[in-house]
């Protein structure tokens, strides 16, 4: 039901900060609970951050609070992550996603998804 983009990522030195953006192509965009997942190689993909429909409402992961923030800029039809004080732990590939019911940390609530885009963070 909607396509949704993301860019931002690249490769940054720890201690550096990386603001993500995922674009959506279609008008529907504002019945979507947003969030953002990511993904190594060698790991499950783990929830990061979701936020609800009006963006008042964000929800961030324990292992990145205090330095990830989500919001959405619902006119633009997009939603960010911002991210500061990278890890190399924080490598991973991000996806962002779209929800319209279910648990905002599980995977299995979005129903449309991003093809992703790599963060690598060198120590």
């Known amino acids: 039901q909607v396509i949704l983009g993301e860019s931002g990522g690249g490769l940054v030195q720890a201690g550096g900060s990386l603001r993500l953006s995922c674009v959506a192509s279609?008008?529907?965009?504002?019945?979507?609970?947003l969030g953002w997942f990511r993904q190594h190689p060698e790991k499950e993909r783990e929830f990061v951050a979701a936020i609800d429909t009006s963006g008042t409402t964000p929800w961030i992961a324990d292992t990145v609070k205090g330095r990830f923030t989500i919001s959405r800029d619902n006119a633009k039809n997009t939603v960010y992550l911002s991210m500061n004080n990278l890890n190399p732990d924080d490598t991973a590939r991000y996806y962002c996603?779209?929800?319209?019911?279910?648990?905002?940390?599980?995977?299995?609530?979005?129903?449309?998804w991003g093809q992703g885009t790599q963060v690598t963070v060198s120590s």
């Open positions: 996603a779209a929800s319209v019911g279910g648990y905002y940390a599980y995977a299995t609530s979005y129903s449309d």
């Open positions: 279609r008008p529907t965009f504002q019945d979507y609970v």
